[in-house]
């Protein structure tokens, strides 16, 4: 197909804020809470293993020996479902199905200190994997709300804002945890916080949130046009089957899954190792090591929200067809990130200000990769978006759980500097070579298989003739 630039329709609403702008607040609220109940434990766990807490009352388990095996027991739940949750997202819309999780994970975070003490450290694992499934749900139903409500030259700074609540409830949750965990209120005070901030979350998106514009009794006639005009999801209320044949056998597909690996192997080996570095290398004490493993993650967040109105008006203005857009970003999040981790590798212990200002380098320029490989997910199905969300999540996470068992792999004294060498430079590689391959093969075009329902050939012409007017990339 030949490479066209988006054609904008002019019903552009006279309000410069409108009802899809509050369901993004609500979506970015979620992440944040989301990603801050994931977190938490990883924070909270060396009070609970400490010998002396500060509050004697509150009890510690320093017996516990399977602390890595108790933080990776999150992805034990989050990997296999995800599929699963993007076919039910798409099916029937993910709103309940985010809401029912999110409840379920809040109970579930406010039991976690009561199941350490009745069964020790299994009582924990077992509450993490249930939080892995009902978190597996989270990123499927959030593409799919964002594929629906949102204009295709706006998806880049809608994505970024969104899942920006990602990196800032990381970075809120390391300081704020370790506050907690670390005065007289004691550790499970954190877990009630987040158990408690979730439920008040599921309450706003029960009563607000809404699956789609077609759907939604609050949004206006003249916004949901424009929204509709603007998208490429079918508006009939039709459900497309998903065509897995033409998915498992797309180049583009495989490209955004590659790219998705880089992007899983390089977050999930910094997000576990680096407050291990920072501690028997740099030799940070505790309370210096959270902050700086928090300052990457500000840094992110604040990154997405000036990248993402760039690429949408590059995206607006037909400045460059939306697939060298999405190259450019994702070439940006992978390059960016493997040439910091390469100096990284090389450096002293005494070289702080450097060695800090480019772990924030890696983990920020990072988040590039919300326009690029992220978000073309959605360019290339919006109407199977949560599914290929899931494919794609779901596989990369797999990396997520190799990442820091490489690191063990590759060797077990972490005051080796030769060690961390070979962590960086093996990351590096990684960002690199799955960066290049997307840069090749992806696309942003929008797939024949869309919204094509083999039995009906006229829905192929009318996909056709609503693709041309939005965009062939």
């Known amino acids: 197909m030949s490479d066209i630039k988006i054609n904008i329709e002019d019903t552009k609403p006279q309000k410069m804020l409108g009802f899809r702008h509050f369901q993004f607040v609500l979506f970015f609220i979620f992440q944040l809470v989301f990603f801050g109940m994931r977190t938490s434990l990883s924070v909270a766990i060396i009070s609970m293993t400490e010998k002396s807490p500060p509050n004697r009352s509150i009890p510690t388990y320093p017996q516990w020996d399977n602390t890595d095996t108790i933080l990776s027991s999150f992805f034990w739940g989050y990997i296999i479902p995800q599929v699963v949750a993007g076919q039910l997202s798409e099916r029937y819309g993910p709103k309940w199905f985010l809401v029912v999780t999110m409840i379920i994970g809040s109970i579930i975070n406010i039991a976690i200190p009561t199941m350490a003490q009745i069964m020790g450290s299994t009582g924990v694992i077992i509450c993490r994997v249930l939080q892995g499934i009902c978190q597996a749900f989270m990123y499927p139903g959030t593409h799919n709300l964002i594929s629906q409500w949102t204009p295709v030259f706006e998806r880049s700074l809608v994505a970024n804002f969104v899942y920006g609540g990602a990196s800032l409830g990381i970075a809120v949750c390391m300081p704020v945890t370790g506050a907690i965990s670390g005065s007289e209120m004691g550790w499970p005070v954190a877990f009630y916080v987040y158990g408690g901030l979730g439920i008040a979350t599921a309450v706003l ?5 809404e699956n789609s514009p077609s759907s939604s009794t609050r949004i206006s006639k003249e916004e949901q046009k424009y929204i509709e005009a ?3 999801i079918s508006n009939s209320g039709k459900k497309y089957p998903t065509p897995w044949k033409s998915i498992l056998t797309s180049v583009p597909m495989y490209a955004m899954l590659i790219a998705g690996v880089s992007q899983c192997w390089g977050c999930f080996t910094l997000l576990t190792e680096i407050p291990t570095y920072l501690a028997n290398i740099m030799n940070f004490d505790i309370n210096s090591n959270s902050q700086l493993s928090a300052l990457p993650y500000f840094a992110q967040f604040f990154v997405g929200l000036f990248i993402s109105p760039l690429a949408d008006l590059i995206a607006a203005k037909n400045l460059v067809s939306i697939s060298t857009s999405r190259k450019i970003f994702n070439s940006l999040a992978s390059y960016l990130p493997a040439a910091a981790l390469i100096y990284l590798a090389f450096l002293e212990n005494f070289e702080t200000n450097l060695v800090v200002t480019l772990l924030v380098i890696t ?5 590039f990769a919300q326009s690029g ?10 109407n199977h978006s949560a599914t290929l969300l899931g494919m794609v999540n779901g596989t990369n996470n797999i990396f997520s759980l190799l990442a820091p068992l490489t690191v063990g792999f590759l060797g077990n004294d972490k005051k080796d500097p030769i060690l961390w060498r070979k962590v960086f430079l093996l990351a590096a590689g990684i960002y690199a070579v799955c960066g290049t391959f997307y840069v090749i093969f992806t696309s942003a075009e929008v797939q024949p298989w869309n919204n094509i329902d083999e039995d009906e050939e006229s829905d192929q012409e009318s996909v056709t003739k609503k693709t041309e007017t939005l965009a062939k990339y």
């Open 205 to 209: 998106f029960i009563f607000w949130a």
């Open 373 to 382: 490989y992220w978000i073309n997910l959605i360019d290339v199905a919006p």
């Open 363 to 367: 983990v920020s320029t990072a988040q």
């Open 230 to 232: 603007n998208t490429d």
